[in-house]
């Protein structure tokens, strides 16, 4: 199963505690796909729309994949903290809820002393299990409702470690992103419900959905050289009537021609071109736009997507950091089945939290692809 974009803004209020904190920083980030994710928190690309939900709001955001399983991540309440807890619950009935901790010092700070702990309104909650192998700390499945309850309802929500030092999880945000997940998962008004709890009978939550295969089909190896077209203007023209209201410098800007924007042409298979042109670039991020076309005019182009940055073994990869630390990236790819190029997956790695490639994994759309 191939699973795994969103910078958010820091806060400016923290909680007084009675012990020691980490330091803090101030940060702002920003990036055409993470801006794209930002305006998505509501409504996604259609081609998913109904299958997925991406979600912020204040230090916690969602993200619901097309099978269903929701990811709910919590931060604390600026980028001073690396400290982030996960919530992640599958579609379908009587599904449980499970918690894991993240806390990754930065350069600046201290390493945890383990074991950790869990504290809810400044009373103990007890240990946190022993770190898996991605470093994260699980939490019981008592620990895992006491802090669902407390997240509902507001309180604080600090992690502990044995060296007398506090690391806070905001919860501002948690209530919006639990209802959210509800919604989404069918479960409001039932019994398992996160927050509006009822009587509605719980057959009646939505079932998990299957994950999507995909079956990649195999291309030209070495790829074969593109029809001979790539100055010709019919073809910029073309491709340049696949944009509608979206933006790509190469195909617009007038001054833009085939000597300062080349095109690159690679034949995937008898009948099918790839076509490529750079489209933006930003500070620390760029994008190039990618069209599947025939191998003569008038081409057919179908626009796949003007956000990727490579091209390989049949599949368009695009990657993009929320900012120049590259602590938050958001990550899509395109799989040719033979027929045409299907989105593989889709996914972010949450907020930017000052941890070298980012916390969590977030998919909004996964995929299984089968070899050729």
Known sequence: ?????????????????????????????????????????????????????????????????????????????????????????????????????????????????????????????????????????????????????????????????????????????????????????????????????????????LPALPVPHLQRAATLDPPGPGTPHADSPRLRAALRSTLGERDCWALQDPDSGTDSSPMTLVRIDRDHVVASLACWHGAYNAGEGYWLIADAAPWAPQLITLDANSFADGEISASHKGRGLGDCWSRSSWIWDGTRFVLAYEGTTGLCRSVPGGTWELPTHVTTVREP
């Open 1 to 205: 199963v191939r699973t795994g974009h969103h910078a958010g803004g820091a806060g400016t209020m923290e909680r007084p505690l009675s012990r020691k904190t980490g330091m803090r920083t101030r940060v702002v980030a920003v990036t055409r796909w993470f801006a794209l994710m930002a305006m998505a928190c509501t409504a996604v690309p259609a081609a998913w729309a109904a299958d997925s939900v991406y979600f912020q709001h204040h230090d916690w955001l969602l993200a619901c994949d097309n099978t269903r399983t929701c990811r709910a991540a919590g931060y604390a309440v600026d980028d001073g903290s690396t400290v982030s807890v996960l919530l992640e619950r599958a579609a379908g009935p009587g599904t449980p809820v499970t918690a894991r901790v993240s806390l990754e010092p930065t350069d600046e700070q201290s390493a945890a002393q383990a074991p950790l702990y869990l504290h809810l309104k400044q009373l103990d909650a007890g240990r946190l299990g022993n770190p898996d192998a991605g470093g994260h700390y699980p939490l019981s499945a008592a620990q895992t409702r006491q802090l669902l309850a407390v997240l509902a309802r507001g309180g604080q929500v600090d992690i502990a470690d044995s060296g007398d030092t506090l690391w806070t999880v905001s919860d501002r945000g948690a209530a919006a992103v639990l209802l959210k997940m509800d919604e989404f998962q069918g479960r409001l008004g039932t019994p398992g419900a996160l927050m509006r709890k009822g009587t509605r009978a719980e057959a009646d939550v």
